[in-house]
């Protein structure tokens, strides 16, 4: 494996959310490393998997029991990326998982799936008559 090979999600991510850093990639001495927080926990639902900053971490910690943080360092030039850290944060009180809220991502999805499911017979003949001018 190279140790220049982040994803292009990640590199993109760090490019858009990542937080510049005073130090340089280890590896091509030219680029600042971005870092980036992810969340991880059954607690955080759908939210989980997200990127945060500092101030949107010190929020969750009151509104979460648990939930894990990593912290990647990313170089945009050559793609060098390292896990520095991971910790736990949260109040230590359960709570169950937020519901789910719909999202644009979930619109798109159903709208997929609509567009794959064969036509009923039914559907077939109020096409046929639209087709002809006369539904």
């Known amino acids: 494996m190279d140790a ?6 990640l590199r993109r991510a760090a490019k858009h959310h990542g937080n510049l850093t005073t130090r340089s990639c ?8 971005r870092e980036l927080r992810y969340t991880f926990g059954d607690q955080l639902g759908q939210y989980s998997g997200r990127i945060k900053n500092e101030a949107e971490l010190e929020e969750m910690q009151s509104e979460y029991g648990e939930f894990r943080v990593y912290t990647v360092e990313i170089c945009l030039g050559c793609g060098w990326n390292h896990l520095i850290y991971s910790y736990l944060l949260g109040d230590g009180k359960t709570r169950k998982a937020p519901r789910k809220v719909r999202t644009l991502e979930d619109e798109d999805f159903m709208e997929e799936e609509a567009a794959r499911k064969p036509l009923k017979a039914w559907h077939l003949h109020e096409q046929e008559l639209r087709d002809q001018g006369r539904f």
């Open 4 to 9: 220049c090979d982040a994803d292009p999600y």
């Open 26 to 33: 280890p590896v091509c001495k030219k680029e600042a490393l």
